[in-house]
């Protein structure tokens, strides 16, 4: 699901070959920032409505969702254990029904016992799969609430990266390899460390004038 790159090296001189296979989607800027600010208001919103026991009805509007958006909704739950439950129980039906047993209105009085939020939980599976094979590391960047509180010391971590203005020829090699699509030629060059920034060195590997180094502190 992340993006997928291969990285070759060939030639006497070692030089650096890089290869493009099937690149997600590229965010703008202006659409990012739109989804990590609703992402932040909704979260938000419902953990302070939860632990200060206030807004009682948005609590009540939000119904099985009041104790906690990741608490009623899933995806790992839905594909590791909902799902499979589901699976071996149709499984089991099959295995001892009869012909008169698969009619129209017995399959629909089975599907009618699966809970509106059980449903509810295999469109957000879906959608998260889509989303993570469209927009590399989905999952990190908008939903992930330890990525959130993560981010906010990040800018003043210790160990960042530098960028030698002389070397770099500004080709973007890094912006794209970068998988959290962080604007690194926008950064000041002595030393940035993006909020977002997972220090996974993929700018490094893709900058092919060695411009780019790690620096601490």
């Known amino acids: 699901m992340a993006p997928s790159w291969n990285n070759a090296r060939c030639g006497r001189n070692s030089r650096t070959l890089y290869v493009r296979l099937d690149l997600p989607r590229r965010l703008s800027p202006r659409r990012h920032h739109q989804r990590k600010g609703t992402t932040f208001l909704i979260s938000g919103s419902l953990g302070l409505a939860v632990y200060y026991g206030v807004g009682n009805d948005y609590r009540t509007s939000?119904?099985?969702l009041a104790d906690g958006l990741f608490v009623a909704i899933t995806p790992d739950g839905t594909l590791f254990g909902t799902l499979p439950a589901i699976l071996a129980g149709s499984w089991r039906f099959l295995g001892t029904a009869q012909s008169s047993d698969l009619s129209i209105g017995n399959l629909s009085s089975w599907f009618?016992?699966?809970s509106a939020l059980t449903w509810l939980n295999v469109v957000v599976l879906v959608g998260f799969v889509y989303a993570a094979w469209?927009?590399?590391r989905f999952w990190c960047r908008y939903?992930?609430?330890v990525g959130a509180i993560m981010a906010v010391t990040q800018k003043n971590s210790l160990l960042g990266m530098h960028r030698d203005p002389i070397k770099c020829s500004e080709c973007k090699e890094c912006e794209t390899a970068c998988p959290m699509q962080i604007p690194i030629l926008d950064l000041d060059w002595k030393k940035f460390n993006?909020?977002?920034c997972i220090l996974?060195?993929?700018c490094i590997d893709a900058c092919p004038a060695g411009a780019l180094s790690p620096k601490f502190p």
């Open 62 to 64: 939000l119904g099985p």
């Open 112 to 114: 009618g016992h699966i």
């Open 134 to 136: 469209r927009i590399p």
């Open 143 to 145: 939903v992930c609430p």
């Open 194 to 196: 993006d909020s977002e």
């Open 200 to 202: 996974c060195m993929a």
